[in-house]
């Protein structure tokens, strides 16, 4: 079945650090991906997309691209502010099964 | 303004006593969903409906039941709730042809079952 595997986290950066979460897939066929940010006491929200192979997803300073040899999807920033401090959660559209799949979510906090 | 709406945001019971959770959404999605959250097991789903009288089992659908009667509603019901269904629910919903559809989520409804 399909699957999103996400790095463990939590990861705890200074302020301007550069970000890197990584992400890889199983689906059959060609998913389309996501990156969701979830603040503190909010529902999850979407941060970027990608609908296909070498697409890049771009949002607030945040890049991801669909990496269709590796099954990846890594999710980069090169300047993090506190402000970014959430979980971050990794996420495929199956068009074939036609669902969506969350992996388990990465929790960033960023130190002034 | 477009969105999902869930209700109650709290919500604390006993054992045994049958409780629903509504969710709303006004967007005129085809696509809705419940997930649970959990620490360490991240976002699970319970239930999901592709359409209106269209629903199907997500991952952890056992102590749950849902219905679809009406395209923007999708409450979620435990007939008798357990400790071990105090979580974090979330309902969600998106198109359900475009492939680039992104979910909307609700704010949440933390359940506590004691």
């Known amino acids: 079945g399909n699957s999103v595997t996400q790095m463990e986290g939590p990861v705890t950066l200074s302020e301007e650090a550069f970000l890197t979460i990584n992400c890889t897939y199983t689906?059959?066929?060609?998913?389309?991906l996501f990156w969701y940010v979830q603040y503190p006491g909010e529902g999850l929200q979407l941060l970027l997309k990608?609908?296909?192979?070498?697409d890049k997803g771009s949002n607030k300073g945040f890049e991801a691209t669909y990496r269709k040899e590796t099954t990846s999807f890594h999710l980069e920033k090169g300047s993090v502010q506190v402000s970014d401090s959430a979980v971050y959660f990794c996420?495929?559209?199956?068009?074939?099964?036609?669902?969506?799949?969350f992996g388990p979510g990465t929790r960033l906090s960023v130190l002034p | 303004e477009a969105q999902v709406t869930q209700n109650p945001r709290y919500l604390i019971t006993v054992t045994g006593k049958k409780l629903t959770v509504t969710c709303s959404q006004n967007?005129?999605?085809?696509?809705m969903s419940w997930y649970r959250q959990d620490p360490g097991l991240g976002l699970r789903q319970i239930y999901y409906?592709?359409?209106?009288?269209?629903?199907d089992k997500g991952d952890v659908p056992e102590g749950y039941k849902v219905s679809r009667k009406e395209k923007r509603n999708f409450p979620l019901i435990l007939e008798s709730p357990s400790p071990n269904q105090t979580s974090l629910y979330f309902c969600?919903?998106?198109?359900?042809?475009?492939?680039?559809?992104?979910?909307?989520f609700g704010n949440g409804t933390r359940l506590t079952v004691t």
């Open positions: 409906s592709m359409n209106v009288e269209v629903t």
């Open positions: 967007m005129n999605h085809e696509y």
């Open positions: 969600a919903s998106s198109y359900k042809t475009a492939i680039n559809s992104p979910l909307h």
């Open positions: 689906a059959t066929g060609y998913p389309s």
């Open positions: 990608a609908t296909k192979a070498d």
């Open positions: 996420a495929l559209f199956d068009n074939y099964g036609q669902n969506f799949v």
